[in-house]
């Protein structure tokens, strides 16, 4: 069996709860930075966009449950680990206001091969949606309503 | 001997709802977090919605929990609409 958390020594934490805006290039390098045995990256990007539960969405405002978030995430990843050869894996969701076209969430997870980077990337994505503790709530010019939760993303967290 | 409490959290639209993020709770001997939401529900108003509603996720110290889950003096027992991150 080859040593996974070899790899893993990072000067990063692997979960990042934030209101400032990220560098996804900067996160893409320090998945690449992660050894010879890495053969594949898989990055996902969520974007504040113009319509969602409403039409005219100008922007967002995030909440969380400090503490609990990180927690749930890192739990996230070693789940990942658990199922997929993950030898290294990035999380960033941001908090707070966030206007049209923002990046809000990162994840990036790299691997040996391209099956299980996809997977845990997905994963963790789908999981974190249905179960870390965020809410939305859309701001639109005619005033500003908390997101529901979508059945679908439920489905689609339970699929795993 | 003082009074065995909990503390209660709430977060998003019942944050906003019930005017409170958080509020000390009495932490009798046997109560779940069903028990807990039916004590604050009882106060009538915009907190009648705790009751039976199943559109309310409960953590207890930061980890999912479910209704009958026990809920212990000390506890940070948290009430929340579904989740919507990502």
């Given at each position: 069996?080859?040593?996974?958390?070899?790899?893993?020594?990072?000067?990063v934490?692997?979960?990042?709860?934030q209101?400032?805006?990220?560098?996804?290039?900067?996160?893409?390098?320090?998945?690449?930075?992660?050894?010879?045995?890495?053969?594949?990256?898989?990055?996902?990007?969520?974007?504040?966009?113009?319509?969602?539960?409403?039409?005219?969405?100008?922007?967002?405002?995030?909440?969380?449950y400090?503490?609990?978030?990180?927690?749930?995430?890192?739990?996230?990843?070693?789940r990942?680990?658990?199922?997929?050869?993950?030898?290294?894996?990035?999380?960033i969701?941001?908090?707070?206001?966030?206007?049209?076209?923002?990046?809000?969430?990162?994840?990036?997870?790299?691997?040996?091969?391209?099956?299980?980077?996809?997977?845990?990337?997905?994963?963790?994505?789908?999981?974190?949606?249905?179960?870390?503790?965020?809410?939305?709530?859309?701001?639109?010019?005619?005033?500003?309503?908390?997101?529901?939760?979508?059945?679908?993303?439920v489905?689609?967290?339970?699929?795993? | 001997?003082?009074?065995?409490?909990?503390?209660?959290?709430?977060?998003?639209?019942?944050?906003?709802?019930?005017?409170?993020?958080?509020?000390?709770?009495?932490?009798?001997?046997?109560?779940?977090?069903?028990?807990?939401?039916?004590?604050?529900?009882?106060?009538?108003?915009?907190?009648?919605?705790?009751?039976?509603?199943?559109?309310?996720?409960?953590?207890?110290?930061?980890?999912?929990?479910k209704?009958?889950?026990?809920?212990?003096?000390?506890?940070?027992?948290?009430?929340?609409?579904?989740?919507?991150?990502?």
């Open positions: 069996m080859p040593q996974k958390s070899s790899a893993c020594s990072q000067a934490p692997s979960v990042s709860i209101n400032a805006d990220f560098d996804a290039a900067l996160e893409y390098a320090q998945l690449r930075d992660s050894g010879a045995g890495t053969g594949a990256i898989a990055t996902f990007t969520g974007l504040v966009r113009d319509s969602g539960d409403r039409q005219g969405v100008i922007g967002l405002f995030l909440e969380h400090p503490g609990m978030t990180e927690q749930v995430i890192s739990d996230l990843i070693a990942a680990g658990q199922r997929w050869d993950v030898r290294k894996a990035r999380v969701h941001r908090i707070g206001h966030l206007p049209l076209q923002s990046q809000i969430v990162f994840v990036g997870v790299c691997s040996a091969h391209r099956g299980d980077a996809f997977a845990a990337c997905e994963f963790i994505m789908d999981a974190l949606k249905a179960s870390a503790p965020f809410w939305k709530k859309e701001l639109t010019n005619a005033g500003e309503h908390w997101v529901e939760q979508k059945a679908s993303d489905v689609r967290s339970e699929d795993w | 001997m003082p009074e065995q409490t909990l503390s209660v959290r709430f977060f998003a639209r019942l944050r906003e709802e019930l005017s409170t993020d958080h509020l000390i709770m009495p932490a009798p001997a046997g109560q779940t977090a069903a028990d807990l939401l039916a004590a604050l529900a009882s106060r009538g108003g915009p907190w009648a919605q705790l009751n039976a509603s199943q559109a309310v996720m409960i953590a207890i110290n930061q980890a999912m929990a209704p009958q889950s026990p809920v212990e003096p000390g506890d940070e027992v948290a009430f929340f609409p579904p989740v919507t991150g990502g």
